[in-house]
């Protein structure tokens, strides 16, 4: 037989692996968090409330240059 062909004996209890692995993995991104980003970001997109088109085209702020 080769190396890898038993199963290996678990050292630690399923709590204990549950317990370190959300230690490890409780800080980063999931996918709540994407999801909240990505509307943001939509909604950022598309508000246009206080944008204007000069005569040439070009989309700039209510109060960008005009005085």
Request: net charge negative; charged share 40%; no cysteine.
């Amino acid at each position: 037989m080769s190396k890898g062909s038993g199963k290996r004996k678990q050292d630690i209890t399923d709590k204990e692996l549950e317990e370190n692995w959300n230690r490890i993995f409780s800080g980063h991104p999931n996918e709540e968090r994407f999801e909240k980003i990505d509307k943001a970001i939509t909604s950022a997109l598309n508000d246009w409330s206080n944008m204007e088109e000069d005569d040439y085209g070009n989309i700039m702020g209510k109060d960008n240059g005009k005085d």
